[in-house]
């Protein structure tokens, strides 16, 4: 059973940084795609960005294009994701979460999930 644990969330000022990590209990997260996604109140969980087994490939939201990095340490199991020139839409629970194929933004594909972090951006 694979444990995921996030952390860095808090509250921000709008156009402030922070970086969330997400450690990984199982020595197999060096063979598996990445994500990390966010759910406000009341909608659905959206996806933010993933990266590939080796952190060769990457993908992004456009929301978040240019101002997020999506990034992973397979010697300490962890995936980070810094967050730069943060808006108050992206208040949010932000879960980091293991793919069972390859790099994809669905959400369905998606096994292994974290207990999520909040980030709050104030305006």
């Known amino acids: 059973q694979v444990q995921l644990v996030e952390s860095g969330g808090g509250l921000v000022q709008a156009g402030g940084s922070l970086r969330l990590s997400c450690a990984a209990s199982?020595?197999?997260?060096?063979?598996?795609?990445m994500g990390w996604f966010r759910q406000a109140p009341g909608k659905e969980r959206e996806f933010v960005a993933a990266i590939s087994w080796s952190g060769g490939s990457t993908a992004y939201a456009d929301s978040v294009k240019g101002r997020f990095t999506i990034s992973r340490d397979n010697a300490k199991n962890t995936v980070y994701l810094q967050m730069n020139s943060l808006k108050p839409e992206g208040t949010a629970v932000y879960y980091c979460a293991q793919s069972r194929v390859g790099l994809t933004r669905d959400v369905s594909w998606y096994d292994y999930w974290g207990q999520g972090t909040q980030v709050t951006v104030s305006s």
């Open positions: 199982e020595r197999t997260f060096s063979d598996r795609s």
